[in-house]
């Protein structure tokens, strides 16, 4: 049953990613394209932990980036190990790569850059560039290597919902990269991802 948050006017709202992430059993799958856009720019070595795995979306494609791909979520949606509070592991992978709930960013990024050996990404909006707060603490303290800024929107549907429409919020990948030189580089990714691998 879907949450008539989402169902406002007659018809899904892709940019209320949000809500879904702050009511847990609700989620929005991020798109195979968008992860294809990572992995063709950014290399990985070693295994990946998905976090966040929803249905395994994202791990699907991140399997061809890696030789081991380890999949949790805090919630059972059929898919990986369920019941892993990413926020309370205390495991270490070589990579971490998710697109964490909107209301647990900042945690995601705390426990991703003490538990990644080599590379930890996430899928952000953009606007999390922004805030003092996070200026002066997260930015302040581990700034990310790269911001991958995607040129094409990113549209998030509720599971099973028709895919219409487009979205209206800007996102990236941050990535934090632990062979990295000081400094956070500024990246787009070109058109295309989204006719290449829809």
Known sequence: MSDATYNLNGGFK?????FADLSGADF???PAWATHAL???ERFEGDIWESACGNGAMSNVLE???RSVTSTDLYDRGFGEGGVDFLEADWCADNIVTNPPYNAAE???RSGVKLARRKFALLLR???LEGANRANTIFA???PSRVWVFSERITFYPAGAVQQGS???AYAWFVWDKDAAGGTELKWFKPGYKAKFS
């Open 14 to 18: 892709p940019t209320m990613k949000r």
């Open 107 to 109: 945690g995601f990024v």
């Open 28 to 30: 929005f799958p991020t």
């Open 141 to 143: 303290e581990t700034p």
């Open 39 to 41: 992995i063709e720019n």
């Open 126 to 128: 953009l606007a999390f």
């Open 64 to 66: 061809l980036a890696a």
């Open 167 to 169: 979205g209206t919020t």
